[in-house]
């Protein structure tokens, strides 16, 4: 594209990407979204044999002119592609891209989904579409034999013609590859198919693995290290697709159920950190071991690995002490994003296969609040996001594309069930939706495992088996919602003792009354101490956005996310009146899942992802709880239900009302069905 | 150097680089030496505490001016540079370059042994100094302490802090290093010293090692694989002196003698060639104990590694199977020089310490033949120069800065004693020197391990326990000379029967006849058939030097250098006489001894000769003397004894002379004394 263009070439657009360029006719359409810059994928490199560059041609208004038939505008198929359409099924409107040429004005779509293995691909929970640019890619070439005029070495022709045919500058090799090249050359008779890796920072590019002849499909893994959680995907590299999926408990619960607890093992015993690496690597391969058997696939075709965590996980699983992050100032051993081969964590993959782990914003805001935010991407809007992922502690990132500020606020362990007296992890048997009857006080509640309410028939079959064990984090939030809502609780967080005389559920104990949300053994009840608990873990996540608000210099936010799976069980309704999280349109606030888990995958298939999180996070300012003053202020403020107003003299009428309509409507809203894959998600919990 | 240079400002001439400029006064001469280019060793950043960055400061004439006193045009020692002086030492004239400033015109002169810790450095036998430029560096720096504001990890600010103070441009570090971090930089108490890798050709620097405090030493490897023996420096990377040598048999000998013989062992056996890649591994870290024990150095404080060998030596170390290169078309698997971590060749070095391969020439012309042309250096200088290394395969190189064209020439094992009836490879009780009185046709000779000849008093006290064994490599070549020199073999080398009246030395073997060389047991002959074995290899050797000389157009070379044991033993005037080399000026022709290991020594001391060699080994012209028809037709002319005159039709009377001196004279001269380093290493042998 040095010389400037003719206007008399025909103009082709492609989509998604909306880049757009003159050709002249006879351009290959894998020519003309190279120079563009547009990713199309190609393993064989314009031979038409692996179908990767498929690509539809639209019909309809381009510019100012009307395509009428797209058809006239693009080359008919030639043999070769005939004879791959024959060979391999091309779906209808697909073409290869490396055939096809440009004939007349042309919109080009680039389907992120050139299925060649149907049989591997299935239907993902989350569709998100990535679009792709991995960092590993497949690269057929056919290398020229060994000449004794040119005593070029087997790697370094195979280096020569990779560079010639795929425009690679400079090529390195991976040692352990030296001494299979030449049997594989042979093999393949000389046509052989590199995995090439090409960090997004590097001039060079560097061969990781080789095979004979044409190979066609290669996978990658993206996995979330929660504490309690791993969760993994096996993606193809080449299609984007979901394979399989697989999660797991973390093996490290045995030594300690919270992080801080984990780090106090580590403290505690000398071999603790190794036993803590070394469960978690191996539950991992473990996993690997799963989707690859769900997925059809060898573990040796796995050659790109994503990782994320907190920054506690992030270092055990690096094999890094995290005493430091025990204690002020939480220092991280490595912030930056961490590149290095699987093989040096012995993960067993390819033996070429690349780990890459997002960096981390700050002591208690590790890769995997990075990877949400690539996910959602607050960095890419001009709106105004809050995204808030609530553990132990809560990790608020808050921001546009102007400015992102982030920080984790010490909401304890409350939400997740913890510190209350009947309160479980979510779990088969913990409840987790609550209804109080305004007039009667009388409570139905949900559990997790079935479909029904308390009072619907058949509820006690349906929970025989899990039984009713305890209340869990969305259980907890909804149930303090319903008592303030029916007046049982003051705005102040004082359960009324004065209501005993309406209902037997409201009970004295010692000096104060709790709430009995269930008679029957196990009797659960709502404590003074639990709704105390909450209180302060509201106020907490709500002093730490409030914070966040004013460093952004605001009064609301346009969308609030709720990341991780906390965030996907409450009801935002509940959050809203609990005061959880600032005023907000109700229809832009949602849970957005493992966004973790798909910030993950976005860093899996497309390196430049790599990049725009790691200036992201560079830019990100880290704001620190602690070293700030006002946030005492604000937490004070918000430990009322749902908070004193006063900190917010200016809610606009616009905000107040759905507000109103939600105090007003609080309870009667259904809460929404959970897909299937959230459950099969919980059941694997 | 952005600003055009102010020309009333002092001028300084760096030696021996001859770099100069102009700098104001109170510049420190290390920033002048930065400035210009000039490599100064510092490890300490300008604190005057590492004490590498020495120069001295010369009287005497610069450009037009005569500087009457140097004193005058630096800055006297300051408090910190005394300091310096009184704790470690500092030579008279020599000073802290970081300290002191430039006051006037300045002549520069920055020493290549800078010697911190002299009680390890002792005198090496090869004791060229090489100019310092090392890809692996010690860095001090004071990292700042963690800051909950601005929550970079440790690792990120210690890269902050070397990219601000050192001026790299991009930064890794090494997986293994990440677990260490934390714990080295509070032991320092944030001060520490990283060793940072930087690639010729990479943008990114790699740290690869990190210490507490101020690290002010490091080690690097070079190493020479020989088929016979393996030879091995540990060199200072911070001074460039050869801290320990030592050399050892190489094992894969019981695998096979040669190297041919190693590759039929690989091809007959299925674990043939882990076997001997185990043997050559293990063998190479037992040098590293033996050099690190001499030394007083730790395993882990050395940080590069520079390994050259031929071909088959280079594949089996890097455990890629030779069997390609054991027929034609000789398929290298890998020619490019080979960059990877010591570790992953399990060799036990510092855990991030680098190995660095030459590339190799062609599929018979190795890393070790590069090595010894980086050593040499034809491609540096404008004479013609042919570099001579003979094995079972003589390596040659012939070339300047023009144009560098190498061969590999089938002499066979005969210069190595094998294929001779008497013959023996060179060992205590090897015939290494011949003289045949012109007259009564007795000889005398002398035997590896003394210094007397065979008719000398003592002579058999002297070799009582090594004996007399055979005839090794140089032994055969000047008995050959001789014999010719003495009319017993005819130009067409045959030995004379009719001379068997004369001396009772000639006698009849079956139809031909041969010379007793020593009666005694074990009786020495030489036979018909060793003069024929010697003429078939002088004249393979002759006629591929002849295919070079022709390749590039000339009658005669300015400089023969002959590399490798056979070459540090045989004597040029024999090797003149017998033909083996062409006509050159007596005392252009040198024996350069291990020239492999000082190639290898100047890749591991400056990254810039990896740089070159590997240019110059992409430039130079491989010859295959199996393809070029003119090979066969030299080789018929080489075989008479000199050379038949009929190729050399130009002889000048300039070279000619020099050579009827030599026959004239042939014998009389003394064979240079070896020096005592050269005997010790025949003694290792």
Redesign the interface.
């Known amino acids: 594209m040095n010389a400037p263009p003719n206007m008399s070439d025909p103009l082709v657009l492609f989509m998604p990407s909306g880049k757009r360029g003159r050709f002249p006719k006879g351009t290959t359409v894998l020519d003309a979204a190279r120079q563009l810059g547009v990713y199309v994928e190609s393993v064989c490199g314009g031979r038409a044999t692996c179908g990767r560059c498929q690509i539809e041609v639209q019909e309809g208004h381009f510019a100012k002119h009307k395509i009428s038939s797209a058809k006239e505008h693009i080359s008919s198929p030639g043999p070769r592609e005939a004879r791959y359409a024959e060979k391999r099924e091309l779906l209808p409107g697909r073409r290869l891209s490396c055939s096809a040429t440009i004939e007349g004005d042309l919109v080009v779509d680039v389907p992120q989904d050139a299925i060649i293995n149907a049989q591997v691909v299935r239907k993902d929970a989350d569709s998100r579409v990535i679009e792709r640019h991995p960092a590993v890619n497949l690269r057929y070439v056919e290398v020229p ?12 022709r195979l ?1 020569v013609q990779l560079q010639k045919d795929w425009g690679y500058d ?1 090529l ?2 991976e ?2 590859l ?2 299979e ?3 594989i050359l042979r093999e393949g008779e000389w046509a052989v198919t590199a995995a090439v890796h090409h960090d997004q ?4 590019a560097r061969i990781i693995a080789l095979w004979p002849g044409l190979k066609n499909e290669a996978y990658g893994l993206a996995c979330d290290i929660g504490s309690t959680t791993i969760a993994m995907h096996l993606v193809s590299l080449l299609s984007g697709r979901v394979v399989a999926s697989a999660g797991a408990s973390n093996p490290q619960i045995r030594f300690g159920e919270d992080l801080m607890s984990r780090v106090s093992y580590v403290m505690m015993n000398p071999d603790g950190r190794q036993a803590m690496t070394k469960a978690v690597r191996l539950e991992i391969s473990k996993l690997v071991d799963r989707v690859a058997t769900e997925g059809g696939v060898e573990r040796a075709d796995i050659l790109d690995a994503v990782f994320v965590g907190n920054p506690i996980m992030h270092h055990l699983f ?4 995290p005493t ?1 992050l025990g204690g ?9 994003a ?4 699987t093989d ?2 012995r993960l067993a993959l390819n033996p070429g296969a690349r780990l890459y782990m997002l960096p ?4 208690h805001v590790g890769a995997d609040a990075a990877a949400v935010t690539l996910s959602e991407g607050p960095h890419r809007q001009d709106r105004m996001m809050l995204i808030v992922d609530v553990g132990t502690n809560a990790e608020i990132v808050l921001g546009n594309r102007q400015r992102v500020v982030a920080a984790s606020s010490p909401t304890g362990p409350a939400f997740e069930g913890a510190e209350i007296s009947s309160g479980q992890r979510a779990a088969p048997g913990a409840i987790e939706r609550v209804r109080i009857d305004r007039a009667t006080l009388e409570p139905r509640f949900r559990v997790i495992g079935s479909e029904l309410w308390s009072d619907d028939p058949g509820f006690a079959e349906a929970v025989a088996t899990t039984g009713v064990t305890g209340i869990c984090g969305s259980g907890i939030i909804e149930v303090v919602a319903e008592m303030y809502l029916c007046g049982l609780i003051s705005e102040d967080g004082v359960i009324d003792g004065a209501l005993a005389a309406r209902s037997p559920r409201i009970i004295e104990q010692g000096r104060t009354f709790s709430y009995v949300l269930r008679e029957e053994e196990p009797r659960i009840t709502v404590t003074q101490n639990d709704v105390r608990a909450i209180q302060l873990a509201k106020a907490a996540l709500y002093a730490g956005t409030r914070l966040l608000m004013e460093k952004q210099g605001i009064e609301t936010v346009d969308v609030i996310r709720f990341a991780g799976a906390f965030g996907s069980f409450i009801d935002p309704t509940y959050a809203m009146v609990l005061g959880l999280i600032p005023d907000c349109e109700l229809e832009n606030v949602s849970a957005v899942g493992n966004a973790a888990g798909t910030g993950a995958r976005m860093a899996l298939l497309n390196r430049n992802h790599r990049r725009e999180i790691e200036e992201t996070v560079r830019r990100i300012e ?1 704001i ?1 709880t ?2 700030e003053p006002k946030f005492q202020e604000h937490f004070v403020h918000a430990m009322a239900l749902p908070n004193k107003v006063d900190p917010f003299p200016k809610l606009s009428r616009q905000v107040e009302l759905p507000r109103r309509k939600v105090l007003a409507e609080g309870g009667t809203q259904a809460p929404r069905r959970r897909s299937r894959e959230e459950r099969e998600a919980r059941r694997r919990r």
Chains 1, 2 share one sequence.
Do not use: T
Request: aromatic share 2%.
């Open positions: 034999e060994p000449d004794m005029h040119h005593p070029l070495g087997d790697v370094d280096k400079r390195e090799v040692l352990h030296l001494p090249v030449q049997k920072d590097e001039d060079a690096l094999g890094i002490d430091e002020a100032p939480f220092a991280l051993a490595v912030s930056g961490v590149k290095a081969r040096d964590l981390c914003i700050a002591g880290k620190e602690a070293l």
